[in-house]
């Protein structure tokens, strides 16, 4: 079992629906949580950044972490065409980040 | 300054040939990190600094690879003697801590033909 584990997609949305992407993993240390979005031939830009259990806003966009059942999320809201992107989530405690194998998503005008 | 800074953007080597990445971190952060990333978005650490000393290591592979970070220089990784296989996008972030952000550069694509 991988320590992240994230579903690819891809992911196709309408322009303006809200999306759900999530990770799950298994070391039960991991303690900072982190949202990438990476555009083709890019580097990631850091979306969102969760220290521990608990939801954090910024925008339109919503991260939850449930360490309890070792489970994150980032929601986005009124999904705009520009958010076509690879999402990535990645987590750590005091050791490199790990990243999940991130989930492509398209929003469809 | 700003942003994390990667040169070159591209790079081509031959097999066997040796090839040199950089990158300048944010000013003011004391944590690098190069990460490799190679087919299907898979990331793989390699080497973390904080400040000029190697803070963790554990993904480098013991021979050809070697990075540096030296004061008032921008960080480098160096790879000897290309193989096909080392062909992926080199990522750079720096963080504060060791566990807090990491921003990324924009990566070196290094192509080993």
């Known amino acids: 079992q991988k320590e992240v584990e994230q579903d690819p997609g891809p992911l196709s949305v309408p322009e303006g629906a809200i999306v759900s992407l999530n990770c799950t993993y298994s070391n039960s240390a991991f303690q900072y949580f982190m949202w990438y979005r990476q555009y083709s031939r890019k580097g990631p830009e850091l979306l969102m950044y969760?220290?521990?259990?608990g939801n954090k806003e910024d925008g339109r966009f919503t991260a939850q972490v449930d360490k309890s059942s070792k489970y994150i999320s980032l929601f986005i809201r009124d999904s705009q065409p520009s958010d076509s992107a690879t999402y990535l989530c990645?987590?750590?405690?005091?050791?490199?980040?790990?990243f999940g194998k991130g989930t492509r998503l398209s929003v469809i005008a | 300054g700003e942003e994390v800074a990667q040169t070159p953007k591209h790079l081509v080597r031959g097999e066997g040939q040796k090839a040199k990445l950089y990158c300048a971190p944010i000013?003011?952060?004391?944590?690098v990190f190069w990460y490799q990333q190679v087919l299907k978005n898979e990331f793989k650490f390699l080497i973390s600094?904080?400040?000029?000393?190697?803070?963790?290591e554990t993904g480098m592979p013991k021979e050809r690879f070697s990075a540096k970070c030296l004061p008032n220089s921008p960080c480098s990784l160096e790879i000897q003697a290309t193989k096909l296989e080392d062909s992926a996008v080199y990522f750079c972030?720096?963080?504060?801590?060791?566990?807090?952000?990491?921003?990324f550069g924009q990566g070196t694509r290094l192509t080993v033909v």
């Open positions: 972030a720096s963080s504060q801590t060791g566990h807090t952000e990491a921003f």
């Open positions: 600094f904080q400040n000029e000393n190697v803070f963790d």
């Open positions: 000013k003011g952060h004391s944590y």
């Open positions: 969760t220290y521990s259990s």
């Open positions: 990645a987590m750590n405690s005091n050791t490199p980040l790990v």
